[in-house]
């Protein structure tokens, strides 16, 4: 047990041997004050090698860890040197320690690098740790950013080897006075399911600039880009991966069948009581279980929606494009000894005109992306961890309420769910 006073401040300060603890101030109010100093002896960094004489010192106040769940303060008595070589360029300088903080900042590394892993690991709020630590949301954002933008570029190992890649679509924020929407794109290793990138609009340009700036022998080992039925993505996989199998994205696929079976309910709905859906009319209160997968529903929900569906699709539209989008299911529920075969037999049922235009609509766009969607049956990897990402996305967008700044928002989403090796904090300060 340690019990020489100088030396309980020094251990509980925690800062090592060359850092000295000159007091501490307790006020009533605000935050405890430590106050310290260093002790090493340098030599001029003139490259003259000549010892310096002290000059003055400099007090910066920092935001600390809190001490014994108190908001504490280190004030770091600096010190300016001068070199006595007047053949020396080093006139003055002011000491700099970057295990205590990196010059020009408000806090000391140790807290900036807790801040990083509570924010960037756990998702907290950053207004959390501004009451924690008594200091601003800006504080502690900008140390956030600073130390997660250090920690992303130190992490040279994160990509690693891929072989099956997805780029997805995501929505990062809508703003102005028409709230209009501004999209990320997501690049992410689909058969691990993590987040590799997130690249700023979704464009082919955008995600290409993104692929042509990987290696070409990291790209040659790609053998399956996943992409939905619409976006701009295959342009940009067409180009930079051309020897990858694109594979439709079940979700995506599923999605559109789904998307189609609404519009033709809301489209009945329209015909047939010349307004739109209200609480009491039976297609509006069958709107949620449609979305849904058949056999989620139990024995009475199923009579239920049957017996809607009687009362309110007199030509029985909507039971067909709920059938309809259950055969798009089917594409994926079981294995098919030809995949091609099955998938553009589909797409010729959906196509026949006793179902709604709407899914014929959804018939087309199956036939003409019939090799992608039955290339899933190679490779079994979908966008769905993406989804799940996308999920992370907005829990990390929830913690962040009102985070408008893109390169906050792709620093945040990878320290979360990019597989950032976090053993490398402890050696990183920012720039
Ligand atoms: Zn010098």
Known sequence: MIVDATRVAACVVGLGAEVRVLGVDDPLVGPLVVHVETTNEPVCPGDC?????????????????????????????????????????????????????????????RAGRWVTYQVGACARPVSDLATELGRSWHTINDAVIAYGDALLRADVERIGAVWALGLDETLFVRTGTYRSRSWVTSVVDVAEGRLLDLVEGRTAAAAGAWLAGRPQAWRDQIGYATLDLSGPYRAAFTKHLPDATQVADPFHVIRVATQALDEVRRRVQQETLGHRGRKGDPLYRIRRPLTMASERLDDDALTRLKGHLAAGDPHGE??????????????????????????????????????????????????????????????????????????????????????????????????????????????????
Request: glycine share 6%.
């Open 49 to 109: 090698w000549t010892r310096p004489v002290a000059k003055d010192r400099q007090r910066v106040e920092l935001v600390d860890l809190a001490v014994f769940g108190r908001p504490a303060r280190l004030c770091w008595h600096k010190r300016r040197w001068a070199c006595p070589n007047r053949g020396c360029h080093m006139v003055t300088w002011t000491e700099q320690n970057t295990r205590i903080a990196p010059a020009r900042t408000s806090m000391t590394t």
């Open 318 to 431: 909507v039971r067909n494009a709920w059938h309809a989008r259950e055969v798009v299911r089917f594409i994926y529920t079981d294995t098919h000894p030809d995949p091609a075969g099955f998938v553009a037999e589909r797409a010729d049922d959906l196509q026949d005109e006793s179902c709604p235009p709407e899914i014929n609509r959804v018939g087309r766009t199956i036939g003409k992306r019939r090799r992608e969607i039955a290339a899933w049956h190679d490779a079994r990897v979908t966008n769905g961890p993406t989804e799940a990402i996308n999920g992370l996305n907005k829990r990390v967008k929830r913690a962040a309420f009102g985070m408008r700044v893109f390169k906050h928002y792709r620093i945040r989403a990878l320290l979360y769910a990019g597989g950032v090796n976090w053993d490398l904090l402890a050696t990183i300060t920012p720039r």
